[in-house]
């Protein structure tokens, strides 16, 4: 079953994080931040008499708005997994033979404590729901039964029932549609406040666009800092008119290898062009704190919708979490984590895998014998899916937590 939701709600900032990411969520919408700075620039002063002739602060601020509120992006959607030619799995390139496999698997991963039947309600998730049947919720697809009969059986919405049946002695979850529907908003996926603001900005840059990307020399009145309604002056190719600005935090260093991965990409502000040239002039339209001399810029994109199918990730993929987001030394369920598996390793958006805790020596106090220790094997700790990927590391979302998730947990698909 794929899951896709846009980016439909305002999103929280983050502080910057040290060597493990430790932001807190700043209490404010981001959407009102940028109207109030707008409209405070705006009524002070306009910085040039040009831009106030073609409403440029107001065409600025919806196009800010529209980023931040994830227009046209879509509406949210669930889309269930059929069993002919178009099934996501055969779609993404995977065997008939594992996809058998994947099938028995989830038959056997229904839960002997399942509900038999469940009414979906306000706040539940897809993978909440296939966890009260299944052990393994990113199986669902693999037994969902889709009733033609219902319009729109894809989307799933509060007041909905989910049944399970047996078809030809063969479990098979169903949707049984309400009369009426509580809400016209269908439930999501996962729990998207989470990772909202993963899939508006780049978290990571590599080196290469550290030393390549334009960056800041100056802001106007040789200011210290800048905000929302001052100008910069760029260094460097600028080729769009829209840009993010960032500042390069701490190295993504692989724990085992020493090599870096890439370099957290701290988002500062965003700036539009007023004119090219060297120095390039930007405005700021909008922040989350002051940019400084020495922020570089990349090309702002639009939001991206979290849509992927949840999937085991290929056999034979381990690596270890090297970052924790909200977190010191230990994360939880609903945390974000981030692996030291990228796309160069054939990693993609929806990859499940489990968290298997590091090794143990432990000292033999009873034995006698002088530096006696034994090694205790990890168990497992929980389970991560992918939802965004970059060149040599990705983001994950802690989807189940059997106890802490800890800094450099193994990460694999042997324990699934």
Sequence with gaps: MTFQAPLTQQLKPTRRRTRVITPKPIKSLLGVVVAAALTTACATKQPDASLADDNYWQNIQSAEMEVINGANIGNPVIEAASFGSSTPALALGMSPKRKIALRALAENSVRNDNPGNY?????DT??????RFLSRPWLWPEIWHVNPQIDNPHLIYP???IGL?????RPRLQLIRASSKDSNVPINGFPLQAIRQFLVEPQVITKNELNTSPYVISAEDDRLIASAGNHIYVRGQIDGTRYSVYRPGEALVDPDTREVLGHEAIHVSKASLVKSGDPSKLILTSNKRETLVGDRLLPSGNALPASFQPRTADAGKSGKIISLVDAVTRSGQ????VLNLGESDGIQAGDVMSVISDDRQVKDLISGKKNDFVTIEGDQSG???VF??????SYALVMKAHRSINLYDRVGTSEL
């Design 119 to 123: 009414t979906v309600v306000p706040g």
């Design 165 to 169: 049946t047996y078809i030809d002695g």
């Design 383 to 385: 389970v991560v899916m």
């Design 334 to 337: 609903n945390q974000v984590v």
């Design 388 to 393: 965004r990927t970059f060149d040599r590391v």
């Design 159 to 161: 007041g909905d029932q």
């Design 126 to 131: 897809l993978w909440d729901i296939s966890e």
